[in-house]
């Protein structure tokens, strides 16, 4: 017997006794008592009435089918045909009631997790607790060295050293290391040490130490440089996400001052550096290796356990533009708080254009434009409770001017039109859309209410903004950083047209940047 119904007849009685944590059910010709004295009295109930059921499976067809015609059952094979189609219906919807509510629970059981095991970006709390350790522990070896003793100590110079680490699967040298040790210069004493870099046959580069020592303050000053492009790919072993292309080049110089009072340690630097950039799934499928880099730079780590963490760089350029950063690192260990704000002061609309790396366009290609634009964006972020995050933004382009919009050109959206669609990067040639599809219905044709309940569900605030909504943009960032994944974009209605008729459906942020440049420029010119 593949399944079986079991129903009670009108003549049936069951008892069930908590005491005994029995059940008992008798009709003609059966009565079956399953005890379970190991569980609760509710629970046994159940299981007594599963041995029942299991009973009646395993007794012969014959027996069944003797018992459901005394008992008054259902006769089997007295079905019409649209009894069987309502039956199969019912059993069908059921099956699908059943699919949503497991669907139902393994949401909430996947949100429960989340809840347990805390937002997604606590996991990059951990780092930001070892930076400031390591930055702790190098201005107190920087205060801790007794400068009097060093200062006693006599001069030496040496050429042509070499420094060799061997690990597992890998070989790293200083070759041709000169050094002067603690020369006498004034009431100082410098120590100078230089050489090469190599890993395995391969020159990653040069480098140089300096430090200065006194009687007074000890080591007060350490510099740090670093010459050669495959000292990226050195880098890239320690974090992935690094892209380094075929010719790099890289010059980074660092200076540590240990402090006082309120300031533990203040570090100086200058980075300059071509072919190299990012390699991030997230932002793009291809690496960005076209994004030079120059500028200066100031870190300030104060002292205590909520010691701020303080990055400037108010002169970062990114290709031809001109940025300025500030990121700001608050809080305790244990519940840092990042505020950052990042601005492009007013500059040439060209050079700005300029500087977008021509790989994160792929639909756009070059932009020209002239006049000036200026903008700014501030960023508060708390990595425990990313649901108290906060972005604002700013833009001044009224004095920009687009004279070459690339591939794109949005005044063609003001006649009749018919487009492909494009689904993530195949054009559909059966489906179009547009004025000229022949199947385009105008919104004098629609009804009133439609347009204003597409408003109140997908974009409430249409007629008010530029094509950015930011209170659906910080609904998604507070979502997106929760989760660790793209669970929501928070489009606008325009975003969501640029989307269907330029972009994919891929969940880049490479395509973001792409869409809100088209979102911008179309609602400056239609």
Request: one cysteine or more; proline letters at 5%; glycine letters at 10%.
């Amino acid at each position: 017997v593949a399944s079986v119904t079991v129903g009670l007849p009108r003549a049936a009685t069951a008892s069930f006794d908590p005491a005994r944590a029995t059940v008992r059910v008798r009709w003609p010709r059966l009565s079956i008592t399953a005890p379970d004295k190991g569980a609760p009295a509710w629970l046994a109930g159940f299981r007594g009435l599963g041995g029942l059921l299991e009973e009646e499976r395993q007794r012969p067809l014959a027996s069944v089918a003797n018992t459901r015609l005394e008992s008054g059952w259902q006769r089997p094979g007295t079905l019409s045909a649209a009894e069987r189609r309502d039956r199969a219906r019912e059993q069908s919807d059921q099956q699908r009631k059943r699919e949503r509510l497991d669907k139902r629970r393994k949401k909430r059981q996947q949100q429960e997790e989340v809840r347990k095991q805390g937002a997604y970006t606590r996991h990059f709390i951990p780092p930001l607790q070892r930076l400031r350790q390591g930055l702790v522990a190098v201005a107190a070896a920087m205060s801790g060295i007794d400068g009097a003793r060093l200062t006693q100590l006599p001069e030496l110079r040496t050429e042509g050293a070499e420094f060799q680490i061997r690990g597992k699967g890998w070989q790293m040298a200083l070759m041709d290391i000169r050094a002067d040790w603690l020369i006498a210069e004034g009431q100082s004493r410098t120590l100078r040490v230089a050489g090469e870099l190599r890993s395995g046959a391969m020159a990653m580069g040069r480098w140089r130490l300096a430090a200065d020592v006194t009687r007074s303050a000890g080591l007060g000053l350490l510099q740090l440089q670093l010459e050669g492009g495959e000292l990226a790919r050195l880098g890239r072993a320690l974090w992935p996400h690094l892209g380094v292309g075929e010719r790099p080049k890289l010059e980074l110089e660092l200076r540590l001052k240990a402090g006082k009072g309120q300031e533990l340690l203040r570090m100086d630097g200058s980075l300059s550096s071509r072919g190299i950039g990012l390699d991030w799934r997230r932002l793009s499928p291809v690496p960005h290796t076209d994004f030079p880099v120059d500028g200066a730079f100031t870190l300030h780590v104060g002292a205590g356990k909520t010691g701020k963490l303080l990055l400037q760089a108010p002169d970062l350029r990114l290709g031809q533009a001109i940025f300025a950063l500030r990121a700001e690192v608050s809080g305790s260990a244990k519940e840092p708080v990042l505020d950052l704000r990042f601005e492009m002061p007013k500059q040439d609309c060209a050079r700005a254009a300029a500087s977008v790396p021509r790989s994160l366009l792929p639909t756009l290609g070059t932009i020209e434009a002239k006049g000036e634009i200026a903008w700014w964006l501030t960023f508060h972020l708390d990595l425990l409770h990313p649901y108290f995050s906060e972005l604002d933004l700013g833009l001044d382009d009224k004095r920009c001017e687009v004279t070459s919009f690339g591939r794109v050109d949005v005044t063609a959206l003001t006649g009749p039109f018919s487009r492909k669609v494009n689904e993530d990067g195949f054009e559909l040639a059966h489906v179009r859309i547009g004025p000229s599809s022949g199947s385009w219905t105008p919104i004098a044709q629609m009804p009133r209410w439609l347009p204003y309940a597409m408003m109140t569900t997908e974009d409430g605030s249409f007629y008010a903004h530029r094509g950015l909504n930011v209170f659906l943009l910080n609904r998604a960032i507070r979502l997106d950083l929760h989760y660790g994944r793209f669970v929501y974009g928070g489009s606008t209605l325009t975003q969501q047209l640029v989307k269907n008729l330029y972009m994919t459906r891929s969940k880049y942020l490479g395509r973001k940047l792409e869409e809100l440049l088209i979102v911008w420029h179309m609602e400056r010119t239609l």
